[in-house]
């Protein structure tokens, strides 16, 4: 896999997490834990983003 194609994917992934972290906080069901994950899991793609794009 190429690198532009592997940053193509981790763009995707990390946009499908900012839906379900926005999704989970309008939930009231769902509780601050899983939200947290979300967003760590969000923000490591975002680094590995922006460490390929460097």
Do not use: C, F, N
């Amino acid at each position: 896999m190429s690198v532009s194609a592997h940053l193509t994917e981790l763009r995707k992934k990390h946009e499908t997490l900012g839906h379900e972290v926005e999704q989970a906080q309008r939930s009231p069901g769902i509780d601050d834990l899983h939200i947290a994950q979300l967003k760590k899991q969000k923000l490591r793609l975002k680094e590995e983003i922006e460490r390929l794009s460097a």
